[in-house]
């Protein structure tokens, strides 16, 4: 009962995630990034629906390594025994976007799936209809300002599009940006998560 989106910035560098759930502590499942060894490229992953957060670190791994996402997402599905109850989605800052959502996924209640834009990728289920997935993008590309307030409009787009069907609970948002965060460590440059809220969006 989640939905969340990738979106990169090319002009500064940034590449990030958010999410928004029905579920408490949400970022700390769904959320990975990672700026590479050497500040050499950065990328994000979600996964979701019966998530399997192991898949985050194993993602990255990959594709750091050279795969692109779409290659990253065909190892972890093949090596996954119930890939048909997940959802997953990965993203560099250079290579385009890819999703993937579990056949059974597919059938659980409320619109199921994921949409594409330019530089972002938004994947969701037990939603209130396809206008969430669709119009993440569109605001994700309308809004002006950094790739946070960027990530943050997306998911207020698709809360004012109906959301997921049982409310919401937590939100989180994570960019990643080489030279970013404590000490130009390369760490996450943004990493916030609101656990249990009325309105963790806001």
């Not at 972890?76 to 890819?98: F, K, S, Y």
Request: proline share 3%; charged share 20%; glycine share 14%.
């Amino acid at each position: 009962m989640t939905y969340s989106i990738i979106g990169r910035d090319p002009e500064t560098g940034e590449i990030g995630c958010a999410v928004q759930s029905k579920f408490p502590g949400v970022g700390s499942i769904v959320l990975h990034g990672r700026v590479f060894a050497g500040g050499e490229g950065a990328a994000c992953l979600t996964t979701q629906a019966f998530s399997n957060p192991r898949h985050g670190d194993d993602g990255l791994t990959l594709m750091e390594r050279g795969a692109t996402p779409a290659e990253a997402l065909a190892i972890l599905t093949g090596d996954d025994d119930v890939c048909d109850e997940r959802q997953i989605a990965a993203m560099t800052l250079t290579t385009p976007p890819a999703a993937f959502t579990g056949e059974t996924a597919v059938s659980w209640e409320g619109a199921v799936g994921s949409c594409t834009g330019a530089h972002c990728v938004t994947t969701g289920n037990a939603l209130a209809s396809d206008c969430v997935l669709s119009d993440m993008v569109t605001a994700f590309g309308a809004v002006e300002g950094e790739l946070t307030e960027r990530l943050v409009a997306a998911l207020r787009a698709g809360w004012d599009a109906g959301g997921e069907l049982r409310g919401q609970q937590s939100a989180a948002v994570l960019v990643m940006k080489a030279g970013g965060g404590y000490d130009g460590s390369g760490v996450a440059h943004v990493d916030i998560s609101v656990y249990d809220h009325a309105e963790p969006i806001e």
